[in-house]
């Protein structure tokens, strides 16, 4: 999928709305993870450069289309002014006088971060008249924000029918340069790591694969419905009854397209996934696991998987190995991070929790790309349109 890019855009003295994707997590008006600003910088940079009057534009967190103030933009304001070393300017709104004024302030060259795009019903309800007070203040259109790319929101794609003249950012290329490589001509051997909790969230993603890679490497607590449909002991640990059928049928058809499914052959198990709480590492066959439930990959399996993944040529990880966010369970999802790092193969990390193992094991800069849109990788990696693509022009059509 080949778009315009903002390098197809005359930017100079015009007001250019950029769709970024400043969905960062914030306590307490801290900023804990930077990493969505950073990615962004490249795009506003170079809008800069070229002599553009910036508009950002972004949601954070789900508040329902009303105000909440433990959800405003103000702190990413701050840290964006730093990163950039110079003002941004904060609009109290997204739409209206507040963006004018703010508008007024920056005169040629700045920067305007408008609040929060989700205190307005109207963003995810991709509402005509919110997405053409959202375009008004401005020249042309930027999307750089693929961790939205998947939702049909007023930012996203309704405000394209009011600037016409739009394009592809920076990350947003760079999304569709990474990703599309494993859809078209990955090199061989291409190995897919999918883990997380539940298999039917990377079901469409497993169906487009198979006939794309040579191994998938299976873990977190989607691996249980599988041992459930092999008549393995599964404890309490998170199954998906209604997919136990599917689970047998993707492995039958790994089977015929010559496809090598693994699943862990030992895990951690507790009692409760708590901090400090006891734990054991088990056979996937041993029913000792009783009314326990599985934690985390055990050291054979880390084994077994970094020696698959040494050998390939292209490398896609989506999803922890277990339940990461605990100390005593992250070792199987550090493993793979740094697994995925030594090989000398082309890596695409994407999804939250990977992209958190990754910079935990200190590796990021060892991974080819690592995916800011967790959702929107997987949708497009399941073979699905994106609509926040759909609506930006190819790039052979004209230019700004």
């Given amino acids: 999928m080949t778009k315009k890019t903002i390098h197809e855009l005359d930017l100079d003295g015009r007001r250019v709305f950029i769709r970024v994707d400043f969905n960062v997590p914030i306590r307490d008006g801290v900023i804990g993870d930077d990493t969505r600003i950073r990615a962004a910088l490249p795009t ?60 007024g302030q920056v005169g040629s060259g700045g920067v305007v971060l408008l609040e929060n795009l989700r205190f307005h019903p109207g963003e995810e309800a991709n509402d005509r008249v919110f997405a053409q007070a959202l375009a008004a203040p401005a020249d042309c259109y930027v999307n750089d924000a693929f961790g939205a790319a998947h939702r049909a929101h007023a930012s996203t794609t309704g405000i394209v029918n009011h600037l016409h003249d739009a394009a592809a950012g920076l990350l947003m290329a760079a999304e569709l340069r990474h990703l599309g490589t494993l859809l078209a001509s990955p090199p061989r051997p291409f190995v897919a790591i999918l883990g ?70 030992d895990h951690v198990v507790t009692d409760r996934l708590e901090a400090g709480a006891a734990c054991e590492t088990l056979d996937v066959d041993d029913p000792a696991i009783g009314d326990r439930l599985g934690a985390d990959i055990g050291p054979a399996t880390i084994a077994r998987y970094a020696a698959a993944v040494a050998d390939a040529r292209t490398i896609v990880w989506n999803g922890p190995m277990g339940v990461f966010e605990l100390d005593a369970f ?4 550090v493993a793979v991070a740094v697994a995925v790092a030594a090989s ?47 609506v930006l022009p190819d790039a052979a059509e004209g230019t700004c």
């Fill in 44 to 103: 506003v940079k170079y809008a800069l450069e070229h002599g553009a009057k910036i508009i950002l534009g972004s949601h954070l967190g789900r508040p329902q289309g009303a105000v909440n103030p433990a959800l405003s933009l103000r702190p990413v304001a701050t840290r964006l002014a730093e990163l950039l070393d110079r003002p941004v300017i904060f609009a109290e709104d997204a739409t209206g006088d507040p963006v004018t004024r703010a508008m």
């Fill in 196 to 265: 997380g909790a539940k298999i039917s969230g990377k079901m469409e993603v497993i169906e487009n694969l198979l006939g794309r890679i040579d191994a998938l490497l299976i873990g977190g607590a989607m691996a249980y419905t599988f041992f459930k449909a092999r008549g393995l002991p599964v404890g309490h640990s998170l199954v998906e009854p209604a997919l136990v059928d599917t689970t047998r049928a993707i492995e039958r058809d790994a089977a015929a397209r010559g496809v090598r499914l693994e699943l862990p052959s």
């Fill in 330 to 333: 992250a070792p199987g999802t």
């Fill in 344 to 390: 000398k193969a082309r890596s695409v990390v994407g999804g939250g929790d990977s992209v958190a193992a990754v910079a935990r094991a200190g590796v990021a800069d060892q991974i080819t790309h690592i995916s800011t849109g967790g959702g929107a990788s997987l949708e497009f990696l399941g073979g699905r349109r994106l609509p926040g693509l759909e």
